[in-house]
């Protein structure tokens, strides 16, 4: 995405910014002049991940010095805590008296059998997906509502295709990705009276870390582009363009409680 400074001077905070979707939102921001924070697990494995992210931000920095600054914190959003740490965080190590935008993106989905599947499991699953979403944008609403003059800012839900449609192997995923488009729409309307725009994005099939070992199935890969209208799987990148106009207030300044399927087309050819 080219730099035009639509997010210049903004502050933003992502859950699991260093791989996927999230990721792709952050260095979209970046090069949009926002300033982000992301949150992410500190795992060992993710490290490359994250080496590879910063690298990707001062690169930009380098070539466009009006691109933002990125931060990062560990953090696991199942914990109540992790939300207002990371708001916490923004703040303080960008010296903001402002939080801007939120982007709740944080998930996790294994696919499993519904008879087989196990309590843990799918307590996992609610309480990362859900809860931890519910936890984040509390946090972020409460100071955006009530610790900043005049009050606002931009929540960002990433939910899922799988909202909308059902999934035979992820009947512990797909209603936690209904609870966060609920989610935005109501907190959209708790939210409104202070200037608070909720909305959620639902991705189609993306290529991450998430699926990309069953899009290796050639079989599997060519049965979903074979209903994608556009022709291909979608990528990261392709949720760039709609979380920053969502973010922008000049962009979607009248926009709440909506949600916006990114999927090349996927759910309306589902006949």
């Known amino acids: 995405m080219a730099p035009n400074n639509l997010l210049a001077g903004k502050t933003a905070i992502i859950t699991g910014g260093t791989t996927g979707i999230g990721r792709a939102i952050a260095l979209a921001f970046l090069a949009q002049g926002c300033d982000v924070a992301v949150n992410h697990l500190d795992l ?5 991940h994250l080496d590879s992210l910063l690298a990707e931000a001062e ?13 990062h914190l560990p953090g696991d959003v199942r914990d109540p805590a992790t939300g ?5 965080f923004c703040l303080a190590t960008f010296g903001a008296t402002r939080l801007d935008i939120c982007v709740s993106n944080a998930g996790i989905c294994t696919f ?18 859900l809860d931890g979403a519910f936890y984040l944008v509390q946090a972020a609403a409460r100071q955006m509502a009530r610790h900043q003059s005049p009050p606002g800012g931009s929540i960002i839900g990433i939910s899922s295709i799988s909202a909308l449609v059902g999934g035979g192997m992820q009947t512990h995923y ?16 708790a939210l409104g009276k202070y200037r608070i725009r909720c909305n959620a994005l639902l991705p189609g099939t993306i290529r991450t870390q998430l699926n990309e070992e069953d899009l290796k199935d050639e079989g ?13 799987t979608g990528e990261p ?6 979380a920053v106009f969502l973010a922008c207030e000049e962009l ?4 709440t409680g909506a949600q916006l399927l990114v999927d090349g087309g996927l759910f309306v050819n589902l006949q």
């Not at 060992?44 to 490359?48: A, L, Q, R, S, V």
């Not at 599997?220 to 291909?232: A, D, S, V, W």
């Open 174 to 189: 797909t209603p936690t990705k209904a609870g966060v488009l609920s989610l935005m729409q109501s907190t959209a309307v």
């Open 112 to 129: 499993a059998d519904f008879l087989d599947l196990d309590h843990d499991l799918y307590a996992k699953t609610v309480r990362t997906n």
């Open 237 to 242: 990148r392709d949720l760039a363009g709609p």
């Open 44 to 48: 060992e494995t993710d490290k490359p």
């Open 84 to 88: 207002s740490q990371l708001v916490t």
């Open 252 to 255: 979607s300044g009248y926009v």
């Open 220 to 232: 599997k890969r060519g049965y979903m582009e074979g209903r994608i209208p556009l022709g291909r």
């Open 59 to 71: 690169s930009l920095r380098t070539n466009n010095p009006s691109s933002g600054r990125l931060a």
